[in-house]
């Protein structure tokens, strides 16, 4: 008999997500300013596979420009038309806080000009978390998706503040129905010192663990990240615990050690690397000119999953 190991296709992980989203029902999402080729065949391509509802905020002609250039198809689409990228930005927050989509993603416009709308105190999508980003790695050769955080949003996070972003990124993994995540707070050293203060906050936010100020995940740390996901690293260390070794959440330190451990990854191991941000009202996509098609329908499954499990928890209180 021939040995068929070698041709059977196995899913990856990111396929897992994509297949699970396009059986919940698709959600609206509000496109900010999809105005180049990226980000609008981005958000079509999401539609075309089932995962979100695409609704298109920007200069009405400029998006029908890109589309024409590109061949892209918007007659099933709906546009809302604004003048400029910060008019695109507050009608896009707008139309969330008025209950007419569920998730948003940022087009071809800067992050801090979408996430100044966010963040407004009067007008804003904020609620009392704190919030962060998200990286959902696809890793060849790892076994679990691997999340990173917080990369993207927040500098330099106090103790507080990383208690949020661990709750976000444990209750993203969740809901979109990955399990009970292992939660690995990464440091240069796995032993306790008061020359490297990420060490004495990881010990901390594990200790908030213990006290269920954190909920839903095992965390341990500090753990320096080759102990965090290398089994043998962590025998070698003498480390015994569930997370070590085996860990599927990494908490950095700052977002500077966040975004290199991040494109280190993507660029050197050749992850996928989709993004959602959390803690605001509904889940944020945020592309990157660089995002791959099957990191962009990854990023939106993701916030798809996510905004079903908020429906029926709704649907449940109701």
Not at 123 to 135: K, Y
Not at 241 to 253: D, E, F, H, K, L
Request: proline fraction near 4%.
């Amino acid at each position: 008999m021939a040995d068929t190991t070698a041709t059977t296709h196995e899913p990856s992980k990111y396929d897992r997500l994509i297949a699970a989203a396009q059986e919940v029902p698709s959600a609206v999402m509000i496109v900010a300013h999809p105005c180049d080729e990226t980000s609008l065949r981005g958000a079509l391509e999401a539609a075309e596979h089932r995962l979100i509802v695409p609704v298109l905020i920007g200069p009405e002609a400029k998006i029908r420009q890109v589309a024409a250039d590109n061949g892209l198809d918007l007659r099933a689409h709906e546009i809302i038309d604004v003048p400029h990228s910060h008019a695109a930005a507050a009608k896009a927050v707008t139309l969330i806080r008025e209950g007419k989509g569920e998730l948003l993603m940022k087009g071809s416009l800067h992050t801090d000009e979408l996430m100044r709308e966010v963040t407004a105190s009067a007008t804003g999508l904020r609620t009392e978390r704190r919030i962060s980003h998200v990286f959902v790695m696809d890793v060849p050769g790892h076994a679990d998706t691997l999340f990173i955080t917080d990369a993207a949003i927040n500098i330099f996070p106090d103790l507080d503040v990383k208690r949020d972003i661990v709750q976000n990124a444990i209750d993203l993994w969740v809901t979109i129905g990955l399990g009970e995540p292992r939660v690995a707070i990464v440091s240069a050293v796995e032993t306790v010192t008061t020359k490297i203060p990420s060490t004495i906050e990881a010990a901390a936010l594990c200790k908030m663990a213990d006290r269920g100020q954190i909920t839903g995940g095992v965390l341990d740390g500090p753990l320096a990240f080759d102990n965090a996901i290398s089994v043998e690293a962590a025998q070698i260390k003498g480390l015994t615990s569930p997370v070590a070794g085996r860990a599927q959440i990494i908490v950095v330190p700052d977002l500077e050690a966040g975004n290199m451990l991040a494109k280190n990854l993507t660029f050197l191991a050749h992850a996928d690397a989709a993004g959602i941000v959390l803690g605001a009202r509904v889940p944020i996509v945020l592309t990157s000119r660089a995002d791959s098609v099957r990191s962009r329908l990854a990023s939106c499954a993701v916030a798809t999953l996510y905004a079903a499990a908020r429906r029926r928890l709704t649907q449940v209180a109701a």
